[in-house]
């Protein structure tokens, strides 16, 4: 099946029942991710709790954590599966859900270690992602109220404004398959957005603008330089990336992730 095929079909079971899981033999438990780097006024809350606390770099984060970033503030957040992730300011953004099987040793360059399911809902604001080349039966989905954007391996944006409902979905690298959410005003159900293109809403995608290249490629480099620089913490054991001792990870010039085992 084609891969934009497969997206599809993911997006599609994402608003026909609650979130799929693609991984069909793999044993997911809660995979391990931190605030790689934190600038500015960042706050994040967990799951089923109304109060925010300070967000600081390398702080361990469980799955339903919501973060929320000030004006002129911003966030990263590093996966155990190869996956960046840039909260620019004025956002708030939940990972939903980020499931992994188990794995141990250093991360590979440019793919992920093992299958992985990623889910991140933008409440507001813009999330960038960048994304290692995905295992099959992996997923890596970002949603908003009206819709949801999915990768296999791809340097994206996927911005929402909660009071207009508008919505920019910008690809840099890779394809995107946009899904629109049942009942959204949208005029096509499910748009490709490749490399180079914004889709907004209406028939067609249009070419990047070179100030939003500039963006992008701007909140991925900061990820990148800072992350390298910030302190991280081992995962919790059982947690994939826990079975051999590790520095934390160690995100590479390309944006694949090492991580870095004591002898």
């Known amino acids: 099946m084609p891969m934009k095929n497969i997206l599809r079909s993911l997006l599609g079971g994402l608003f026909a029942a609650a979130f799929v899981v693609v991984a069909q033999a793999a044993d997911l438990v809660p995979g391990a991710f931190s605030a790689g780097t934190v600038e ?12 925010y606390l300070p967000l600081t770099a390398g702080t361990a984060l469980p799955q339903g954590a919501t973060i929320k970033t000030g004006p002129d503030s911003t966030a990263s957040i590093v996966f155990s599966n190869g996956a960046v992730a840039t909260i620019t300011a004025e956002s708030e953004v939940e990972i939903t859900k980020f499931e992994q099987e188990v794995f141990s040793g250093p991360l590979p360059t440019g793919a992920e270690p093992s299958i992985s399911n990623t889910e991140i809902n933008v409440a507001n604001g813009t999330v960038v992602s960048k994304v290692a080349k995905l295992k099959t039966g992996s997923s890596y989905i970002v949603k908003s109220p009206v819709g949801a954007a999915g ?21 840099l690298t890779g394809l995107v398959v946009w899904q629109s ?7 096509a159900a499910s748009v490709d957005v490749p490399t180079g293109t914004a889709y907004s809403g209406g028939p067609a995608v249009r070419q990047l603008e070179p100030a939003e290249i500039v963006v992008i490629e701007a909140a991925i480099a900061k990820a990148i330089i800072a992350i390298n620089n910030a302190p991280s913490a081992n995962p919790a054991p059982g947690t994939p990336g826990s079975e051999t001792p590790a520095r934390g990870p160690v995100i590479n010039a390309d944006g694949s992730i090492t991580i870095s085992v004591n002898t």
């Open 40 to 51: 500015g006024d960042v706050t994040y809350k967990l799951a089923g709790s109304s109060q």
């Open 181 to 187: 959410a049942p009942g959204a005003a949208q005029t």
């Open 151 to 171: 990768v296999r391996g791809t340097t994206f944006s996927v911005t929402f404004n909660k009071v207009t409902r508008e919505y920019t979905v910008k690809t």
